[in-house]
C-alpha cells in the first residue's frame, strides 16, 4: 500500500524582521546572516499561538485535499515550542476544527518532527488502522530562542504547515530514520524549574518559574547534517530500487542554505532539484518542510508522477528520508 499526499496547506505570521532589524538588536550585519545561512528575513507571530497557527495549516490542507475534518481518523502534530504540555496541541487543533474522529497524539524530534509523524502516519495507514491522516508542523520559536545570541536568534522564524494522507492499493515506498543520542548537547532546549514547596493545613502549594532558550552548537549540526543526510538520502534510495535520476524533487528541512547545497554537491545532483524557501522565513523546525511542499504544490512546481524525497534533521541528534510520488 502506498501513501498520498491528497492537500497541502501552510499559515506564515504577517510581522517580519529582516536581518537590518537584527543588526539593531545584536552585533551582526544583513551580510553576515545572508553569506553564513542564506536568510534574508522571518515571520514572528505577534498573538499567534502554536495552536492558532496549526489550526489556519490545517483548514488549508483540509480544503486543498477535498476531504472534512471529520473524515479524519489520525492528527499528528510535530512541535518543540508548544506554550502548554497538556492537553496536547494535536487535542486542542481536534476540537477547532472538528475532527471529532481523530486520535491525536504530539511528537516532539525537533527539525526532524514533521518526517517522523509524516513517517508515523504511514506506518498507521498502511497497517490499515487509519484511513486517513492529517499531519501539522507549527512553530513559535520565537518565543524560545535567546535574542541576545546572534548565532542563534538570526536563524530561526515562526509558521505552520500541514498534510492530510490517504492510502492507496499502489506498491508504496519503505522510509528510513535514525537517532543519536550521544550528540544530544549540540542542540539542546532546557527546562529550568525553581520549585518552592510548603505545606499549610494539609495542602501543597508548588510554585514554578521556567525559562527556556535554545543552545546550538552550530559547527556541530552543520558537519553532522551535511554527513548524515547525503547519506541518509541515499540509504532510501537503495532500499526502494532507485537511482538519483529518478528522483524530481528533493525536499530537505530549511536549515540552511550552505547545508542544502553541501547536500546537493555531495549528492552529485543539480542544485535545480532542491527548492529553498528559507530566505523568507529562516529555520521553521519541524514546519519547514510541509511550509516548502504547500508553497511547491500552490506554484504547480510539481507534476503529478514526480518522485520526490523528503529529509529532515534536527535535535536528538536525529535524521531520516521518506519517498512519495506526487498525485
Known amino acids: 500500500m502506498a501513501v498520498e499526499i491528497r492537500g497541502t496547506g501552510s499559515y506564515i505570521p504577517e510581522k517580519i524582521v529582516d536581518n537590518r532589524e537584527l543588526e539593531q ?27 492558532d497557527m496549526g489550526v489556519q495549516a ?6 486543498h485535499s477535498g476531504i472534512s475534518a471529520k473524515e479524519i481518523d489520525l492528527l499528528i502534530v510535530s512541535t518543540l515550542s508548544a506554550e502548554t504540555v497538556m492537553p496536547s496541541v494535536s487535542c486542542r487543533i481536534q476540537e477547532r476544527i472538528g475532527a471529532v474522529r481523530a486520535v491525536c497524539f504530539d511528537l516532539n524530534a525537533a527539525c526532524s518532527g514533521f518526517l517522523l509523524a509524516y513517517q508515523s502516519a504511514e506506518a498507521y495507514l ?27 536568534c538570526i536563524l530561526f522564524g515562526d509558521g505552520a504547515g500541514a498534510v492530510v494522507l490517504t ?43 521556567a525559562s527556556s532558550k ?13 554527513r548524515r543526510v547525503p547519506q541518509v538520502i541515499e540509504e532510501v534510495l537503495c532500499i526502494n ?38 530566505q523568507n522565513y529562516g529555520n521553521t523546525s519541524s514546519a519547514s518542510i510541509p511550509i516548502l511542499l504547500n508553497e511547491l504544490d500552490q506554484s504547480k512546481r510539481l507534476k503529478t508522477g514526480d518522485r520526490i524525497v523528503m529529509a529532515g534533521f534536527g535535535g536528538g541528534l536525529t535524521w531520516g528520508a521518506s519517498i512519495a510520488e506526487w498525485i
Open 126 to 152: 498502511e497497517s490499515g488502522a487509519y484511513k486517513t491522516a492529517l499531519i501539522i508542523g507549527s512553530e513559535r520559536l520565537s518565543n524560545i530562542i535567546d535574542w541576545k545570541d546572534r548565532n542563534s
Open 241 to 278: 530500487g532507485l537511482s538519483r535520476e529518478e528522483i524530481d524533487c528533493y525536499v530537505l528541512h530549511q536549515a540552511n542554505q550552505r547545508i542544502v547545497e553541501a547536500v546537493a554537491k555531495r549528492l552529485k545532483e543539480p542544485l535545480g532539484k532542491f527548492p529553498m524557501n528559507l
Open 167 to 209: 492510502c492507496t492499493e499502489k506498491k508504496g515506498y519503505r522510509f528510513i530514520s535514525h537517532s543519536d543520542g550521544s550528540m544530544g548537547n549540540a542542540l539542546m532546549l532546557e527546562h529550568h524549574y525553581d520549585r518552592n514547596l510548603e505545606t499549610e493545613q494539609h495542602r501543597l502549594s508548588i510554585e514554578q518559574s
Open 214 to 226: 535554545v543552545s546550538m552548537d552550530g559547527q556541530a549540526v552543520f558537519r553532522f547534517a551535511v
Open 58 to 63: 490545517a483548514m488549508q490542507a483540509l480544503e
Open 25 to 51: 538588536m545584536v552585533e551582526t550585519t544583513d551580510v553576515w546572516i545572508r553569506e553564513r545561512t542564506g536568510i534574508c528575513r522571518r515571520h514572528i507571530a505577534e498573538k499567534e499561538t502554536v495552536v
